[in-house]
């Protein structure tokens, strides 16, 4: 794995950056809020700490979480108007984004996460729509719930990597970057050429552990950045 300063190097020249959201652009973890809204947070927060310990795979979690919330179409419309997720942006993601965009550098949101919410998040960061890759939910016509599409990567094991082995292969990026607070983040590099671990939310110890670069704050990456102007 690269050393910090090889890492920083990659940042410094960095031709896409992908970002995880929640815990990571976002200072919240949407699902759990999500089922919050539906008063079920107490049950939902047993499955997550089933994922979080490897006894189960992220997609059986998802799936299982989903069944509890039984989020309809009106109650995630009701959840994102109630609590827009563009008023939980980590501090200074919003500056590292538009610093990014003004260099030309191509940026991504890349998470587990869904569509809906994420979809608010960057259209406040000026991200393109087209690059959000997130799980989608699913709805009957009458709006129940139907849940998710399985054709998404990012509801699988493995689903990141995959990603930005694409996005590489489609694009030609030399200098990708990931940026997360998870170990699904860490485990995208490679093929990402570089990892920065986030800690500015929550802090994961195999995260931290295995990440070269663990930022604490945003404004760590855009003091670096600053520096090559």
């Known amino acids: 794995m690269a050393t ?6 990659v940042w410094k020249r960095a031709d896409a950056v992908c970002f995880d959201v929640d815990s990571t ?4 973890e949407a699902i759990d809020e999500l089922a919050a809204h539906c ?17 189960i795979t992220y997609k059986e979690t998802l799936t299982a979480r989903l069944k509890i919330i ?3 179409l009106d109650i995630v419309k009701s959840f994102i108007d109630s609590h827009p997720p563009a008023n939980y942006l980590t501090p200074k993601v919003r500056e590292l984004i538009e610093l990014l965009l003004a260099r030309g550098t191509a940026v991504y949101l ?6 809906c919410t ?17 799980n989608k939910l699913k709805f009957f016509y009458n709006g129940e719930h139907a849940g998710f599409c399985e054709e ?38 490679p093929p990402a050429d570089a990892f920065i ?11 931290q552990e295995g990440a070269r670069w663990f930022a604490n704050s945003f404004q760590e990456l855009i003091d670096v950045l600053q520096e090559s102007s």
């Open 4 to 9: 910090l300063e090889e890492t920083k190097a």
């Open 25 to 28: 652009v976002s200072t919240e």
């Open 39 to 55: 008063g079920v947070g107490d049950e939902v927060a047993q499955w997550t700490k089933k994922a979080m310990d490897g006894s």
């Open 70 to 72: 039984n989020p309809s």
């Open 110 to 115: 890349v998470t587990g996460g869904f569509y």
């Open 118 to 134: 994420v979809a608010e998040l960057a259209k406040s960061l000026n991200i393109p729509l087209e690059n959000i890759y997130a």
């Open 152 to 189: 998404q990567p990012t509801c699988a094991a493995g689903g990141k990597p995959a990603v930005v082995g694409m996005l590489k292969k489609k694009h030609g990026y030399k200098n990708v970057v990931m940026i997360g607070d998870g170990a699904t983040d860490l485990e995208a590099c």
């Open 197 to 207: 671990g986030f800690g500015g939310n929550k802090v994961r110890a195999k995260v």
